[in-house]
């Protein structure tokens, strides 16, 4: 089975300050791992996705197999960052569909 | 601009009174997921169709039931709410197969059910 882990509900920094969001993941096949964001009042929505390599509004994350581990991260935190992160985890299953497993979310507060 | 509606935002029920909630799409995607989130939990999936293959979750209630007419719209029917079915209900999209498939999913904004 699949499972995402992220153990903060909530993180506070003061802006300027880095971001680190953390999150673990266990299956055992090869993962496509994403980080979803809701901004207030607003839909959840793709951020970014692992296999892409890409860094949006200044986040990257790297898939570290070894440590099952695909933190999203940030230098320099925002007030605009401010908003709930979720990390997801996507895999194929048996009938050939995706099938996407959420972890519990990071509320992330960015203090001016 | 192409997007997943979901119907009502606010749906108010007695314990026991069916609800019927419903989500369309712009996308022409073929692959429509239901999720029910709880406060300070993780969206956790229903079912979902794959164009009109029904795909249930092995958990999920048989209180339950989801149809979808065409590929825009599909419906979530809860037949009997109990007090433990009140959440955000969450409507979602993506195209998957023939190789387009990114794993992305395009969510609505939530139809977040009371039940009193």
């Known amino acids: 089975a699949q499972r995402v882990t992220q153990p903060e509900k909530l993180l506070s920094v003061f802006k300027g300050a880095p971001v680190e969001l953390k999150c673990n993941y266990s299956?055992?096949?090869?993962?496509?791992l994403f980080w979803y964001v809701q901004y207030s009042r607003q839909r959840l929505q793709l951020l970014l996705r692992?296999?892409s390599r890409e860094s949006i509004k200044g986040f990257t994350a790297d898939l570290n197999k070894g440590e099952t581990s695909f933190h999203l991260k940030k230098p320099f935190a925002q007030e605009e960052d401010s908003a709930m992160y979720y990390c997801?985890?996507?895999?194929?299953?048996?009938?050939?569909?995706?099938?996407?497993?959420f972890g519990t979310g990071t509320k992330l507060q960015v203090i001016p | 601009d192409a997007m997943v509606i979901q119907n009502p935002r606010y749906q108010v029920t007695q314990f026991g009174k069916p609800v019927t909630l419903s989500c369309s799409q712009t996308?022409?995607?073929?692959?429509m997921y239901w999720y029910q989130q709880k406060s300070s939990q993780a969206p956790k999936l229903l079912f979902h169709?794959?164009?009109?293959?029904?795909?249930n979750e092995a958990d999920t209630p048989d209180n339950f039931q989801s149809r979808r007419p065409n590929t825009s719209f599909c419906f979530l029917d809860i037949r009997s709410p109990g007090l433990g079915d009140a959440a955000m209900y969450l409507c979602?999209?993506?195209?998957?197969?023939?190789?387009?498939?990114?794993?992305?999913?395009?969510f609505g904004e939530g139809s977040r059910l009371t039940v009193l």
């Open positions: 979602a999209t993506s195209r998957e197969g023939g190789g387009s498939g990114t794993g992305e999913l395009f």
């Open positions: 299956y055992s096949g090869s993962p496509e």
């Open positions: 692992h296999i």
């Open positions: 997801a985890l996507s895999r194929m299953n048996s009938g050939g569909y995706q099938k996407v497993t």
């Open positions: 996308l022409n995607h073929n692959v």
């Open positions: 169709y794959y164009d009109k293959d029904f795909n």
